[in-house]
């Protein structure tokens, strides 16, 4: 076992939630979109509402791509969560209508209390988020009371609360490092895989809590290498929320926009993306002569219905945005006490990003 991973027992909540994971896709088979001869009107419908509230759309790159044009042509935003959140920060909008996954609007809420911030769907949640509960991870940061507390983007923002800093998975390395050099010994969660990925990198002293992507989980190694053998010339992304196996095949490891900007400037035909299958919308429209192929889950013993998925992302669509416009309900309140102390995590995030000039688009996460 790897020199710092704690073992949890796999019905430990750290551990992927399958029954969530079950519930997430009966909700995701519900309809969300309108019928194709339905569409345009809908779309005008939402831009309309969206103009007279004074409301802005930011999206992310997981959900439906009509969802992400939708943001775009309606002078919105689509990126990672965290630069969703910087978008609403300095857009003049009053209401913020993020598609996305729960802890994306809790985010953007921290970020902007004094705006209303709404989402089609309040159950859309993520693995990493429900298998690191506020209480536990409390309990298990009073246990390491000599660590420093770092936690990843998805998590609630009860958790970000208790955390020294909150990361994102592009910045995670220089932070960590950052960390290291200064002698701190690092308490990490939720995602094990990029636990491990960034300890194997910086060398840290890293504690991990056990959680993982219910999506990245079900990435499958001999499926990779059968297709990668089948595509000799393709380039192989990664996020690294994927398993260590699955890293080692890499060209690149990276966040969402990292992995985005490798499709435009490596100089390959075919690439081969291991990550949430929404993400090829935009490599596609950004780069529409390449070939994108998404890395295998149906392998032996995939778990997660093998769809490349989120199935919380999938909970987000045209009808429950207009929704969600026309009844003005689904809002995120993010407790004014919880929300002042997950602030201070992101924001040592943010100025540590400036002060080593991070790119705005850059600091993404899953
Ligand atoms: S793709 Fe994975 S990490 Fe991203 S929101 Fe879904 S469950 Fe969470």
């Not at 993520?126 to 991870?137: Q, V």
């Not at 080593?356 to 850059?362: D, Y």
Request: with cysteine.
């Amino acid at each position: 076992m790897q020199k710092n991973l704690i073992p949890i027992p796999y019905d430990h909540p750290g551990a992927t939630n399958q029954s969530a994971c079950s519930t997430a896709q009966a909700w995701a088979s519900q309809p969300r979109d309108p019928k194709p001869e339905e569409k345009a009107a809908l779309i005008a419908h939402i831009k309309q509402m969206l103009k007279d509230q004074g409301a802005v759309l930011v999206a992310h790159y997981y959900v439906n791509s009509d969802l992400q044009d939708l943001a775009e042509s309606s002078g919105g935003y689509v990126s990672d969560s965290l630069d969703m959140a910087k978008f609403g920060y300095e857009h003049p909008a009053r209401t913020l209508v993020v598609a996305g996954v729960r802890f994306m609007g809790e985010t953007a809420k921290i970020l902007n209390p004094e705006k209303r911030v709404l989402m089609p769907d309040l159950e859309a949640n993520c693995s990493l988020d429900l298998g690191c509960p506020a209480d536990e991870f409390a309990a298990f940061c009073d246990a390491h009371p000599d660590r420093t507390v770092v936690v990843y983007a998805n998590t609630s923002a009860q958790v970000k609360a208790r955390a020294d800093w909150m990361v994102t998975s592009s910045i995670a390395l220089p932070i960590v490092r950052h960390l290291k050099e200064q002698g701190k010994k690092i308490l990490w969660a939720p995602d094990r895989h990029l636990g491990r990925y960034i300890q194997e990198q910086t060398g840290a002293d890293m504690l991990l809590w056990q959680g993982s992507c219910v999506v990245h989980d079900e990435f499958k190694l001999v499926a990779l290498e059968e297709l990668m053998a089948a595509h000799p010339a393709a380039r192989v992304l990664v996020h690294p929320e994927s398993p260590e196996p699955i890293i080692a095949l890499a060209d690149v490891v990276g966040s969402t926009t990292q992995l985005i900007n490798a499709s435009q400037a490596l100089d390959a035909h075919e690439f081969i993306v291991a990550t949430d299958n929404g993400i090829l919308h935009k490599m596609r429209t950004l780069s529409p002569n390449k070939v994108f192929l998404e890395a295998p889950t149906r392998g032996y013993g995939a778990t997660c219905v093998s769809c490349n998925h989120c199935p919380w992302m999938a909970m987000n669509g045209l009808l429950n945005l207009a929704e969600v416009l026309e009844q003005g309900n689904n809002e995120i309140h993010v407790e004014r006490a919880v929300g002042e102390r997950a602030r201070v995590s992101i924001q040592r995030m943010l100025d540590f990003a400036k002060q080593i000039n991070l790119p705005g688009k850059g600091l993404g996460n899953a």
